[in-house]
């Protein structure tokens, strides 16, 4: 029987030895989190997992190395040194599959920290800004503890639990973890026109945060009858979704709804899906399914990568071999827009990063991982133009990207490339 208790009450439960999921993005339930990391002197190998989370990890410190590990499956920028600090590692897997290591028991989960809507008159809470694993979790978690904050939008889907099933209730008045809009550079407004100019009218479409996605999406206003079946998304849709440009009417996989597994934005975003039934958040092992993504005519999946070489292998989760992220959600939609009808699938990037590097490259860096091969691949987008790789031969592929990387590089690319393979 669930009961209501303080954070430092709850977190007792966790033992040493104990593995413990924590609720992703936006939805993160740092109470629960500091409050187990203020355990660290009487506990020892705990392991923490999670997708990328917001806020301070503080059980992330090396100095505490005795006492938690992480295990990312998506890497945050508040975890990422500990793969070199040696108290944390990185699982990869796709967002699509992730709740069947839990179902699976692949790996056994001991507690569960989430991050809820208070119960409403009938006892039901909802996961709010983040359901992705969380669903799976649950259900196989031996205790599940619930951050329970007025703060957190109502959303239907998935992501509706009733407090029976959750074993301990902390009640907390804290902002949802947010994201304001930050201005498109002109680089970036470039490349969203080019993607707009792929998308045909009554297209489904699937996209994530920053700058290149919002761009794409301020081209879009003269559009018509467009859809949402996307991993996540941010305020980038609530222009459209309120004039009308989006909305769902020629989707096959929820017709007439928005569907997501995740959202992460600004204060309007939250407040404009609280309570709202056109939002339909659903557990990745669905919205991330190719099956039912490609479903959708005309799906269009718009996803970024570190670097691409010039026979389109996309890497998109490491630096060489640094890794920097993750595999995240990306195979998952590239491969049902591909077989989506009419679908396209996309990879958008900026040519070259602050330092002036190329992004677009002969080879990938040694130790690079590949994402999104290039038997997968379809269209490579920069500043500079489109690449349609779809049927192409390597050279042609290679002709074809040398002309989207910025022009002070492509030569040397160009250059590097041939005689790269002239040589084995």
Do not use: W
């Not at 793969?83 to 179902?103: D, I």
């Not at 959600?329 to 958008?348: H, T, V």
Request: charged content about 20%.
């Amino acid at each position: 029987m669930s009961q209501y208790v303080t954070a430092a009450e709850a977190v007792k439960v966790v033992k040493s030895g104990d593995r413990v999921y924590v609720q992703a993005a936006a939805a993160t339930p740092t109470v629960l989190t500091k409050a187990l990391t203020d355990r660290a002197a009487e506990l020892r190998n705990v392991e923490i997992c999670h997708l990328h989370t917001e806020g301070e990890a503080l059980y992330a410190n090396p100095d505490l190395s005795e006492s938690f590990h992480v295990n990312s499956f998506f890497i945050g920028a508040n975890v990422r040194h500990t793969l070199k600090s040696g108290n944390g590692s990185y699982t990869p897997v796709f967002l699509s599959e992730l709740p069947l290591l839990f179902r699976k028991k692949v790996l056994h989960l001991d507690v569960v920290f989430i991050h809820v809507s208070p119960p409403d008159q009938h006892g039901y809470c909802s996961l709010g800004t983040s359901v992705e694993a969380t669903v799976a979790a649950v259900e196989n978690a031996k205790i599940v503890i619930a951050q329970v904050n007025k703060n957190m939008p109502r959303t239907f889907g998935d992501g509706i639990l009733h407090v029976s099933e959750i074993d301990y209730l902390v009640e907390v008045d804290v902002p949802i973890y947010s994201n304001e809009v930050v201005p498109f550079s002109m680089e970036e407004e470039k490349i969203g026109t080019y993607i707009a100019s792929l998308i045909e009218d009554k297209s489904t479409l699937q996209m994530g945060i920053g700058s290149i996605p919002n761009a794409a999406l301020s081209k879009l206003t003269n559009h018509k009858n467009l859809g949402l079946h996307t991993e996540m998304f941010s305020d980038g849709v609530i222009d459209l979704i309120e004039n009308d440009v989006i909305n769902c009417n020629y989707k096959s996989v929820s017709r007439g709804r928005a569907l997501a597994t995740f959202l992460m934005g600004s204060k309007r975003l939250y407040d404009f899906v609280n309570d709202n039934p056109f939002i339909e958040m659903k557990e990745s092992s669905f919205v991330n399914d190719t099956a039912k993504i490609r479903k959708n005519n005309r799906m269009v999946a718009i996803n970024s990568a570190i670097e691409v070489d010039l026979t389109g292998q996309v890497c998109a989760d490491s630096i060489g071999a640094k890794m920097y992220s993750g595999v995240g959600g990306q195979m998952d939609f590239i491969r049902g827009a591909s077989l989506s009808e009419g679908g396209k699938a996309i990879i958008a990037l900026p040519s070259i990063t602050k330092r002036g590097e190329s992004r677009i490259v002969p080879y990938l860096k040694q130790g690079a991982g590949v994402v999104t091969t290039r038997a997968h691949v379809h269209y490579i987008i920069t500043e500079n133009g489109i690449a349609d790789l779809y049927g192409k031969t390597l050279k042609q592929r290679a002709n074809e990207m040398v002309k989207i990387a910025h022009p002070l590089h492509q030569e040397a690319i160009e250059k590097a490339y041939f005689e790269f393979k002239n040589n084995i």
